[in-house]
T-cell receptor
């Protein structure tokens, strides 16, 4: 699969579990993003990385911890989540951060259910 | 910060009719306005975008118009087809200050055959 890939596609976890979401982009982009998509708030920006440096953290609870080891990979580490964290987590990438005006390409998402 | 309002939240049209989705934004410095389409169970994909130096852009059956004075922009889909059924998101951002895309809440479009 080309473009932006995410694994796993589906994840069910208990509130005490620790899990990680993985995103990989094959587009040679410099910027990567995590979004949360739920019914109540369709697309919420969580984190933004540009050239492996975090440039945006939208008041996300500390139970979500991002990691960007290189410009092609982005992780979201999950710990002690709450049922209201159940949502579709989308990764995206764009060529540059440049005011975020570059086209963002989304991955297929990870459907997370917290029991 | 930027605030984007999108209307309507749901829209049903007969196949062949036109559909119009409207968005307003609050930050007059915003200059980039993309539209994304998300089909059921799939990822959002960019379908068209417009920058503030033009008032209208067209790509086959879809067009976007921008009114900077009124701070609103609209998506127009003509000759709708069942495969146009999806959720459409508008967004706004500006090219300065590392400001992120701010998305509207989405419009669920249903095209009835």
């Amino acid at each position: 699969e080309t473009g932006v890939t995410q694994t796993p596609r589906h994840l069910v976890m208990g509130m005490t579990n620790k899990k990680s979401l993985k995103c990989e982009q094959h587009l040679g982009h410099n910027a990567m993003y995590w979004y949360k998509q739920s019914a109540k708030k369709p697309l919420e920006l969580m984190f933004v990385y540009s050239l492996e440096e975090r440039v945006e953290n939208n008041s996300v609870p500390s139970r979500f911890s991002p990691e960007c080891p290189n410009s092609s990979h982005l992780f979201l580490h999950l710990h002690t989540l709450q049922p209201e964290d159940s949502a579709l987590y989308l990764c995206a990438s764009s060529a540059n951060i440049a005011g975020f005006t570059d086209t963002q390409y989304f991955g297929p998402g990870t459907r997370l259910t917290v029991l | 910060g930027e605030n984007v309002e999108q209307h309507p939240s749901t829209l049903s049209v007969q196949e062949g009719d036109s559909a119009v989705i409207k968005c307003t934004y609050s930050d007059s410095a915003s200059n980039y306005f993309p539209w994304y389409k998300q089909e059921l169970g799939k990822r959002p994909q960019l379908i068209i975008d417009i920058r503030s130096n033009v008032g209208e852009k067209k790509d086959q059956r879809i067009a976007v118009t921008l009114n900077k004075t009124a701070k609103h922009f609209s998506l127009h889909i003509t000759e709708t087809q069942p495969e146009d059924s999806a959720v459409y998101f508008c967004a706004a951002s500006k090219s300065t200050g590392n400001t992120p895309l701010v998305f509207g809440k989405g419009t669920r479009l249903s095209v009835i055959a």
